[in-house]
């Protein structure tokens, strides 16, 4: 399984952005929980938010009420939708899955926000 996440850019804050994040490969993701991480300059990669095969959600206190994920699963991928940024949340965001005991991360995609 490979994944691609894609949607970061550069935002002033009070803006939004979508994340996607597609999964590929033989394995669905379909059955296993898919997370957002970030990390920003010099700071280590924390968890930003999860979601469950049946879509249950977990948020960090950092982005309750600002960031929600989502997933469809028929399209094997997964979203965080981030809106009132902060330039706090300028970082580069990571999916990731864990199957069968193996982490997975996508590339990483960059998020700006400015002040």
């Known amino acids: 399984v490979q994944l691609q996440a894609s949607g970061g850019g550069l935002v002033q804050a009070g803006g939004s952005l979508r994340l996607s994040c597609a999964a590929s490969g033989s394995i669905f993701t379909r059955d296993y929980i898919m997370a957002w991480y970030r990390q920003a300059p010099g700071q280590q990669r924390e968890l930003v938010a999860t979601?469950?095969?049946?879509?249950?959600?977990r948020y960090a206190d950092s982005v309750k009420g600002r960031f929600t994920i989502s997933r469809d699963n028929a399209k094997n991928t997964a979203y965080l939708q981030m809106n009132s940024l902060k330039p706090e949340d300028t970082a580069v965001y990571y999916c990731n899955t864990n199957i069968r005991g193996i982490s997975i991360w996508g590339q990483g995609t960059l998020v700006t926000v400015s002040s």
């Open positions: 979601i469950t095969s049946g879509g249950s959600t």
